[in-house]
């Protein structure tokens, strides 16, 4: 595999620091608290195998206030990486996480150990202390298996002061992009670029050039690119989605405000 993981750079409380860890997962600090977004940090997905190392290791990581998960897909919801990181928080704070999961998922994550787990639908918020979250719309399906899908999906919105940053989860190029800039209008906003070929793919996941139409509905001021280069899903080339991102960002002038992180990597917003 290649990458080699490095120990994340740690935020004050008062800025917005977003660590990539690879794929969809990050570590988001917000509001002084520690929350991971999709955390998988598994080597093997039942027949799909790694290709690039997750950035952070668990045992790197500080103890973690919350867990986000935007659906029950075994590369966004890895059961073993969830009971790794409860423990993990749990050793070194003698407390467990909060989890926080779509309606009709809560069943998979409530017997890991989470102080508790909280179920939102679309358009719906919790609070974590100060940092208010609220569940997006998404383009996409929840089923893990072939019979549940009554399983919710969608995406992250996180609010604290000034602070604002958006996990869209998997979803294809819809205008609900256009919504959630207009009634929640992210800074920051964590948009997917892999697994869209074949074409027929794109109903469910964005390419490169969907993901920058969306960051422009979105009016955000940055865009982080996640879901490319770890898990092989479709038929592009693993090397394929970023600089086709970067190529399609310039020729608009949005070229620096794309925020492309390695495996491993953080980026403070003051």
Request: charged share 25%; net charge positive.
């Amino acid at each position: 595999m290649q990458g080699v993981p490095q120990k994340p750079l740690l935020a004050k409380p008062e800025e917005l620091a977003v660590t990539f860890i690879g794929h969809a997962s990050f570590l988001i600090q917000i509001g002084g608290l520690k929350l991971l977004v999709d955390p998988v940090f598994a080597t093997r997905l039942v027949v799909i195998r790694r290709v690039r190392r997750p950035g952070v290791l668990i045992r790197d990581l500080p103890p973690i206030d919350a867990v986000l998960l935007t659906h029950a897909h075994m590369d966004h919801l890895n059961l073993p990486s969830l009971r790794k990181i409860v423990r993990h928080t749990f050793r070194m704070s003698g407390r467990s996480p909060v989890a926080v999961v779509p309606e009709g998922v809560a069943d998979l994550v409530d017997k890991i150990g989470f102080e508790s787990v909280r179920s939102l639908r679309p358009w719906s918020t919790c609070k974590l202390r100060q940092v208010e979250v609220t569940m997006t719309p998404a383009q996409h399906w929840g089923a893990r298996m072939l019979r549940d899908s009554h399983r919710g999906f969608g995406g992250y919105l996180l609010r604290s002061g000034s602070h604002s940053v958006y996990h869209s989860g998997d979803s294809g190029y819809f205008e609900g992009f256009r919504e959630i800039g207009e009634r929640l209008a992210p800074r920051v906003a964590l948009l997917p670029i892999g697994a869209y070929k074949p074409d027929s793919f794109r109903r469910v996941h964005t390419s490169p050039e969907d993901a920058l139409q969306a960051f422009q509905d979105l009016r955000a001021e940055f865009m982080v690119p996640m879901h490319y280069g770890t898990f092989r899903l479709s038929e592009e080339e693993m090397d394929e989605p970023l600089p086709r991102l970067m190529k399609a960002a310039t020729e608009v002038g949005l070229q620096q405000r794309i925020q492309a992180l390695r495996e491993g990597d953080t980026t403070i917003f003051p």
